[in-house]
């Protein structure tokens, strides 16, 4: 397993926890149809998150979670490739699909775990990140996200032996 690899699955496995920790329930997702692959990549959906709410039925949305050590520049070119952009052949199978980055080295006053949603995005406008904590309908506490930005910020430089 290279470098890379490792911090995938960690922040796969952080992203998780900061879910678990917001009491939702999550569940691997289930590959029904052809993963979607980019190269050695796969953009399919990690797992499903719900949550039961006072009202009305449980929230649910997929997630899929992605290293990146440079979030902006990947955004940037992905905007770039229009119609063969990952976001927008994803939006075509999984429309309620949350991807969530996570980076050590977020630009300043960024957050390291930031989200692109699929079902928010504006055809034709360029994709951008939200700080996870800022998405409104995820219901995620600030103080959780922090605490495991700490984490990702740990367990990186010890990766990376800063």
Same mark, same amino acid.
């Given at each position: 397993? +290279?470098?890379?690899?490792? &911090?995938?699955?960690?922040? !796969?496995?952080?992203?998780? @926890?900061?879910?678990?920790?917001?009491?939702?329930?999550?569940?691997?997702?289930?590959?029904?149809?052809?993963?979607?692959?980019?190269?050695?990549?796969?953009?399919?959906? +990690?797992?499903?998150?719900?949550?039961?709410? %006072?009202?009305?039925?449980?929230? !649910?949305?997929?997630?899929?979670? &992605?290293? /990146?050590?440079?979030?902006?520049?990947? #955004?940037? $070119?992905?905007?770039? /490739?229009?119609?063969?952009? =990952?976001?927008?052949?994803?939006?075509? &199978?999984?429309?309620?699909?949350?991807? $969530?980055? $996570?980076? *050590?080295?977020? !630009?300043?006053?960024?957050?390291?775990?930031? =989200? =692109? @949603?699929?079902? @928010?995005? !504006?055809?034709?406008?360029?994709?951008?990140?939200?700080?996870?904590? +800022? $998405? *409104? *309908?995820?219901? #995620?506490?600030?103080?959780?996200? *922090? +605490?495991?930005? %700490?984490? =990702?910020?740990?367990?990186?430089?010890?990766? @990376?032996?800063?």
């Amino acid at each position: 397993m +290279d470098l890379l690899e490792a &911090k995938s699955r960690i922040a !796969e496995a952080l992203v998780e @926890s900061i879910f678990r920790r917001a009491r939702y329930k999550i569940t691997p997702f289930i590959q029904t149809t052809i993963p979607l692959r980019v190269g050695r990549e796969d953009f399919s959906p +990690d797992f499903r998150v719900a949550r039961e709410l %006072e009202q009305g039925p449980p929230q !649910e949305f997929l997630v899929e979670v &992605k290293y /990146r050590p440079a979030i902006e520049q990947y #955004l940037s $070119v992905e905007s770039q /490739r229009g119609e063969n952009s =990952v976001f927008k052949m994803a939006r075509q &199978k999984w429309p309620n699909l949350y991807f $969530v980055f $996570v980076t *050590e080295r977020p !630009e300043r006053g960024r957050s390291c775990f930031q =989200v =692109v @949603s699929l079902q @928010s995005h !504006e055809v034709g406008a360029a994709f951008a990140a939200a700080d996870l904590a +800022d $998405v *409104e *309908e995820l219901g #995620l506490f600030r103080h959780n996200v *922090e +605490d495991h930005e %700490e984490l =990702v910020r740990r367990i990186y430089a010890l990766l @990376s032996g800063a």
